[in-house]
C-alpha cells in the first residue's frame, strides 16, 4: 500500500480544481510557486495531494470534494491494476450498499464506502465504471464503445416480440460494459449470457447488470468469433455492438466447416459480417438479434456475396440508419441490422424493411440532440407493421419503406437504406411537406425577431464589484435548497406509470419532458415546482458545454429525472432566473469545463445581491434564454426545410420553381 495521503496526476488535479487539463499545464509553465512532481515520469508526472490543495487554495480555487474525484483518486494511488482487477472479481452490490466476497481487509474498508458515496450521488455505474477504467489502463484491445441508453432501449424493442411472446433469454457475445445485457433485463428478459474478451469488461458487466437491474447474468471472458463460451446455447435474442474496423481478427483461421458460416466464410475485411452471422447461430429458429454496425458494412465490396445470402435466406429482416451523434464514433451515421434465423419448412420471406432516421426532425432547439422518443416511436411503429405483413402501413415518406429481396440484390447489394428510401418518395406528401417546413419556419423567424426586438440598450456599469458565494454555502444558509442529482432507479420500472419525467437532455436541449418511468425512472422522485432551477450533471462529450435553466409552465408537475441537479431558490432570498444565468455564465463555465462527465455545482460562484437587483438581472438572464432558444429553433427549422428541399430535388419528387426572366444570364451561371 502507499502513503496515506495519495499522489495526483495532472488530470486528477483537474479534476480537482474543476477546470480543463490543458490550463493545469499552464499553471505549470507560468507559475514557479506551483508544486514540482514527487515521482511519475517526465509524460505522466505525480504530485503531492497536500502540496496541491494547498497552492489551490492559495490561488482561490478550493479543491472540488467529489465522491467520484475522490474514488478515482484513492484507487489510483492505493492499488495496482491488478489488485484492481482482483477487487473488482469479489465486489457484490446489495440493498444495503456495495460488499466484497473475500478481499484485503484494508483496501475493501476504505474502497467500499467510497463506492457507496459514488452510488448514492451518481449511480452504480458510475462507481463501476471509475473502477474499471483503471484496471484496464492502457489496455485498448476490447475496442469496443459503450452503447447510449437510448441506442440499447431501441435495439431490445426490435429484438424483443409482442408483449404476449416476450423473450426470456438474451446473449451479447461483444458485451463490453453491460449495457445491452441491461436494457434486456430492464425489458424483461431474466437469462442473461455474455461474453467479453477482456476479463475486466466482463467483471465489469456482471457487475453492472447486476447493480442496475438487480439480474445476475452469466457473463464468460474470451474471444467470442474463435472461442465461443455458449457452444450450442440458442437464446430468445442476441443483442451486439461488435468491435468495428478490425484487420487483425484471426480470420485467416477460421473454420471452413463451422456452421456459423452458412452464409459465407467472412474475409479478412468483413470482422462485422463474422459477428452477424455468430449472432444468428446462436438463436432459436424464428428468434431476433439487433446488432449497431458502421455504414460502410451495408456497401462494402469484400461483403456483398455475404449481404446477398443473408438477403436470399431470409436472415437479414430490416437494416436501420441512424442519425449521426447517435453513438460513438460521434461523427458516423451507425446503422442497426435486425436480422432473424430462419426457421425451416417456413415460406421464404422476399422483403426487408429500409429505415433512414438522419431526415427525422431533431429536438426542437437542440442543435445536435436527437429528438430519441420521436425516433424510437417511428422505427418501432414501422418495425411491427413491416413485421405484421402491413407493408403500406410500415411505409413512412422519406423515412421507411419495405423493398422486395429481388430488387435489392444487384450487382452491388448496397443496403444503405438512403438509397431506397429517397427512391419511394411521394411527390405530392413532399410538397405538402415542404409547404409546413416553410410554415414553421417563417413562424420560427417571426419568433426571433421578436425575441431581439425586446433586448434594450446596455448600459455600462459604474465600478461595479460584488461578494459571491458558493452554491453549497447559499444551500447551507438557506438561501435556496439544492437537490443533488441521482441516478436512474435500480428497481423495475413501471411502465404504467404516466407521469412525465424531465431528462437532462431534455434540459439540455430546450424541449419539454420526454422521460418516462419506462425509461428514465429517477431514484429519487422529485416533482419540479414553478421557478426550479435544473442543471444536467452530465455534459455532452460531443459539445463540451453546460446548461441551466429554469422551468416553464410546462415543466411544472413533471418528476425530475436522472443526473439532473435541482436548485429550488427560497422567496423573498433568490430568484431562479438570476441563479440559472450566473450558474452558466463564463466564469462558473470554464470551471465545469473539465476531463469528468459528471460534475458537482456545488462549487459553483454567485454573486451577493439584493432581491431587487436580483430580478433585474435575472429579467435579463431570461430573455436571453428566449432570444438563444429562439435563434435555435429558427436554424432547426432552416436546416429542416434546406434538407426537406434538397431531398426532393435530388430524389426527383420536387421540381425547382420557374425561374423569373430577367434576361440576365449570369443568374443561370452561364454566359452568352
Not at 499552464?26 to 504530485?47: K, L, M, S
Not at 469479489?90 to 473475500?102: F, H, I, K, N, Y
Not at 414501422?382 to 435489392?408: K, L, Q
Not at 426532393?648 to 425561374?659: C, N
Request: hydrophobic share 40%; proline share 7%.
Amino acid at each position: 500500500m502507499s502513503n496515506l495521503v495519495p499522489p495526483v496526476t495532472a488530470t486528477e488535479i483537474s479534476r480537482l480544481a474543476g477546470v480543463t487539463r490543458a490550463t493545469v499545464s499552464n499553471w505549470r509553465r507560468r507559475h514557479a510557486d506551483f508544486p514540482q512532481p514527487i515521482g511519475g515520469t517526465e509524460a505522466r508526472p505525480v504530485f503531492d495531494l497536500n502540496e496541491v490543495q494547498s497552492w489551490l487554495a492559495g490561488h482561490g480555487r478550493d479543491a472540488i470534494e467529489s465522491p467520484i474525484t475522490e474514488l478515482r483518486t484513492w484507487v489510483r494511488s492505493s492499488l495496482s491494476a491488478g489488485e484492481m482487477a482482483q477487487m473488482m472479481a469479489s465486489l457484490r452490490p446489495t440493498d444495503s450498499g456495495w460488499t466484497v466476497s473475500a478481499s484485503d481487509e484494508h483496501s475493501s474498508s476504505r474502497l467500499l464506502p467510497m463506492m457507496d458515496a459514488v452510488t448514492e450521488a451518481d449511480g452504480s455505474r458510475a462507481a463501476v465504471d471509475a473502477l474499471a477504467e483503471y484496471a484496464l489502463g492502457s489496455d485498448s484491445s476490447g475496442g469496443v464503445y459503450l452503447t447510449p441508453a437510448p441506442v440499447a432501449h431501441l435495439m431490445a424493442a426490435l429484438a424483443n416480440p409482442v408483449a404476449s411472446q416476450r423473450f426470456e433469454s438474451v446473449l451479447d457475445p461483444a458485451c463490453g460494459s453491460g449495457s445491452l445485457l441491461t436494457a434486456a433485463a430492464r425489458a424483461g428478459a431474466g437469462q442473461l449470457y455474455g461474453q467479453d474478451v477482456l476479463a475486466i469488461q466482463a467483471q465489469r458487466a456482471a457487475l453492472n447488470v447486476e447493480a442496475e437491474t438487480g439480474r445476475i447474468p452469466t457473463v464468460h471472458v474470451g474471444d467470442s468469433l474463435h472461442a465461443d463460451a455458449f457452444p450450442g446455447l440458442e437464446v430468445d435474442a442476441v443483442l451486439c455492438n461488435p468491435p468495428s474496423a478490425q484487420r487483425d481478427w484471426g480470420s485467416e483461421s477460421l473454420n471452413m466447416a463451422d456452421s456459423r458460416w452458412d452464409y459465407g466464410l467472412p474475409p479478412r475485411g468483413e470482422s462485422e459480417l463474422a459477428w452477424v452471422q455468430h449472432a444468428i447461430a446462436h438463436l432459436r429458429p424464428g428468434a431476433t438479434g439487433a446488432l449497431l454496425l458502421p455504414p460502410a458494412v451495408a456497401a462494402r465490396g469484400s461483403g456483398r456475396r455475404i449481404r446477398g445470402e443473408l438477403l436470399r435466406q431470409g436472415a437479414l429482416r430490416a437494416v436501420i440508419g441512424l442519425p449521426a451523434g447517435a453513438a460513438q464514433p460521434w461523427q458516423v451515421a451507425l446503422q442497426i441490422w435486425v436480422v432473424r434465423k430462419p426457421e425451416p419448412r417456413t415460406p421464404m420471406l422476399d422483403s426487408v424493411l429500409f429505415v433512414d432516421t438522419a431526415e427525422l426532425p431533431r429536438a426542437m432547439g437542440s442543435g445536435e440532440g436527437i429528438d430519441w422518443p420521436s425516433v424510437a416511436d417511428t422505427v418501432i411503429t414501422s418495425w411491427r407493421a413491416f413485421e405484421a405483413g402491413s407493408f403500406d402501413a410500415a411505409t413512412v415518406p422519406g423515412v421507411a419503406t419495405a423493398v422486395r429481396v429481388v430488387e435489392v440484390l444487384d450487382d452491388t447489394v448496397d443496403l444503405t437504406p438512403a438509397r431506397f428510401v429517397r427512391s419511394s418518395l411521394d411527390p405530392g406528401a413532399v410538397a405538402n411537406q415542404v409547404d409546413i417546413a416553410a410554415g414553421r419556419l417563417a413562424a420560427a423567424v417571426s419568433e426571433l425577431a421578436t425575441a431581439s426586438s425586446s433586448l434594450r440598450e446596455w448600459a455600462a456599469p459604474t465600478g461595479r464589484s460584488w461578494r459571491t458565494a458558493t452554491i453549497a454555502d447559499l444551500a447551507s444558509n438557506g438561501v435556496l435548497q439544492w437537490f443533488r442529482a441521482c441516478a436512474s432507479s435500480s428497481e423495475a420500472s413501471t411502465t404504467a406509470d404516466a407521469r412525465r419525467v424531465l431528462t437532462a437532455p431534455d434540459v439540455a436541449t430546450g424541449v419539454p419532458a420526454s422521460g418516462t418511468y419506462a425509461n428514465s425512472a429517477p431514484a429519487e422522485e422529485i416533482a419540479i415546482e414553478p421557478g426550479d432551477v435544473l442543471i444536467p450533471a452530465v455534459r455532452s462529450s460531443r459539445t463540451g458545454g453546460r446548461s441551466a435553466r429554469v422551468a416553464d409552465p410546462g415543466d411544472v408537475g413533471a418528476i425530475r429525472g436522472p443526473h439532473l441537479h435541482l436548485l429550488r431558490p427560497t422567496p423573498g432570498r433568490s430568484v431562479g432566473w438570476f441563479l440559472a444565468g450566473f450558474a452558466g455564465g463564463s466564469d462558473n463555465s470554464s470551471m465545469t469545463r473539465t476531463a469528468t462527465i459528471r460534475f458537482d455545482p456545488g462549487r459553483l460562484r454567485i454573486p451577493l445581491l439584493p432581491l431587487a437587483e436580483q430580478q433585474r438581472y435575472g429579467e435579463s438572464f431570461r430573455r436571453l434564454y428566449l432570444l438563444r432558444a429562439a435563434a435555435r429553433r429558427a436554424d432547426d427549422e432552416a436546416a429542416r426545410a434546406a434538407d426537406l428541399m434538397t431531398t426532393g430535388l435530388t430524389a426527383g419528387a420536387l421540381a425547382p420553381p420557374e425561374a423569373p426572366d430577367t434576361g440576365d444570364p449570369a443568374l443561370c451561371g452561364g454566359t452568352e
